[in-house]
DNA sequence: ATATATATGTAATATTATAACATCACTTAC
DNA sequence: GTAAGTGATGTTATAATATTACATATATAT
């Protein structure tokens, strides 16, 4: 099992993370022989902010604040899609919106875990997940391909329980 | 394991399926002491016509043609919120569309299987996989409250290797 | 019959996403 | 170094999906 989870509830060293994600994203740019613009690397910089996805329009306003020219929708989703297609971020379909990918260039179960108070999203892979999916679709012929699996319910923080002990 | 998988992909008698589906709805609406109306039933019809989800819009345009006065967005909507609230209905997040349940009012794993050639939708229910996203989610603390899974591949019909032999 | 709650009508608009075509920028070939 | 070719972005307009706010109508209860 593969997960950010303890990262995105914890308190940690934003700065590092994102750090490093960018600079995996440039090895997996160089070894796919495609080009991390400015714009794309921005863009995928602001995916990693926080845990929090972010809508295209989001990511315009954001985008807005640091460069001076603003940035037109078309080049947002075109942005959105290269990242995509190169596993370095995902879409939450029922939010409308995109976030960083913790384990790029991996096995993927594609499972979010969507906090409904706080709306920061965690990100699982789990091969016991694929196998059982694979499983029940095979029973009944259905040749599967991708799966997107999103969760909702509440993190460890905004859980009334509570966390640690 | 429960799933319309069978059905979907074989031939069958749509209207009967179609009846069953309605006189089910109204069971529950009743139980639950709420109102199918016209308008109501009219797009729980449409969601169960084929075993193709359908956009609010394409909903729209399909009771334009029964109806004589058009219907506007609102009202669609907010049927449609009425529906999936009452559980008869599913929303497929990834096509912005709707389906009929074929199992409503009982325990639900919300499991799409979306053709990626004919867009037919079949649902799966299955306990295991609940247990094992619950057991998943348990471990990092994330207290799972609903859940969407929403497989893409080929259905048995649009499969090369084919069906039933 | 009146009051209350529920459902729909209506008009405008918000939000998310794409199409079509022009321009720019980087890479490669010569 | 320049020209050709590819890839990326700019620009304008618009499509597709969804909601807000307020008015009216319909059903239910007293
Ligand atoms: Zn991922
Ligand atoms: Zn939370
Ligand atoms: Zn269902
Ligand atoms: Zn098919």
Redesign the pocket.
């Known amino acids: 099992m593969l997960t950010n989870a303890r990262l995105v509830y914890q308190p940690h060293d934003q700065v590092r993370i994102l750090n490093a994600a960018i600079s995996r994203a440039h090895d997996i740019c160089e070894a796919a022989n ?2 991390l ?4 690397e921005a863009i995928l910089k602001l995916l990693w902010q926080g845990h929090q996805p972010m ?4 990511l315009q306003q954001q985008l807005a604040k640091v ?1 001076e ?14 990242l995509i297609d190169l596993g370095l971020v995902h ?1 939450i ?1 029922s ?4 976030i960083g990918c913790p384990f790029p260039s991996s096995e993927h179960s594609n499972i979010f875990m969507i906090c409904e108070k706080c709306n920061t999203v965690a990100e699982v892979s789990d091969k016991r997940v694929n196998n059982l999916l694979e499983a029940i679709t095979d029973k009944v012929g259905f040749k599967l391909h991708s799966q997107t699996i999103e969760l909702f319910g509440l993190c460890p923080n905004c859980e009334p329980g509570d966390s640690d002990e």
């Open positions: 495609v080009r613009t400015p714009t794309r809508g295209a329009y989001q460069s020219k603003p940035i037109a929708p078309p080049t947002i989703y075109r942005a959105i899609e290269f879409r379909h939010l409308n919106a995109y």
